[in-house]
């Protein structure tokens, strides 16, 4: 891409997206062109990141580690389900990821935590996001008791409606209450630490190149 494409793109990009000026979001397509690398003749029309490296990505600059996470950031960023994320789902993502406001992170995190999509997040879906975050003792009977206990705790402080699962209702206001039930089910943000590595890097190295 040469530079006035860029800038063209970019003014656009700013403008539909919010957090982001014009001279970010030029920085952010300037990092999505070296994370993509050369294009490869896939045959699809739409450049993007597949799953392996977005994966990649989240793990090496964001430090996320769990499988289950990942594979839910992909498809909370992969927003119309193509299987690659596109410079503007990347550039949306980041803007929650970065600088979001607990309105959006509540909705990101829930889309991550909903793993079949179906706007709930049920006992097995938090049995399955919670079973990696436990040490289990050689010594236990039933090492998956303790992630039971667990989910049925959660569901106790979180289910408001009382049917068993969480809707983004019950969520939202579980998080409300209490700010750190936002990654109550797995760490899908990056942490300050992450963030301001990552934007001091893009932002700030790239300007002064």
Known sequence: MNRKVIQTLAETISKQVEHFN????????????????EPTNTGRTVQGLDRARFRSILHHTFDLTDDIIMDGAFRAFDKDNDGIVSLKEWIEGLSVLLRGTLNEKIKYCFHVYDLNGDGFITREEMFRLLKNSLVRQPTEEDPDEGVKDLV?????????????????????????????LL?????????????????QYVFQEQLEQ
Request: include cysteine; hydrophobic fraction near 35%; charge should be negative.
């Open 152 to 180: 049925e705790i959660t569901l106790k402080k979180m289910d408001h409606d009382h049917d068993g699962k969480l809707s983004f209702d019950d969520f939202e206001k579980a998080v409300r209450e209490e700010n750190l």
């Open 22 to 37: 014009k001279t970010e979001a030029e920085c952010l397509i300037r990092e999505f062109n070296l994370l993509l690398g």
């Open 183 to 199: 990654e109550a089910f797995g760490t899908c943000l990056p942490d300050s630490t992450s963030v301001e590595a990552f934007e």
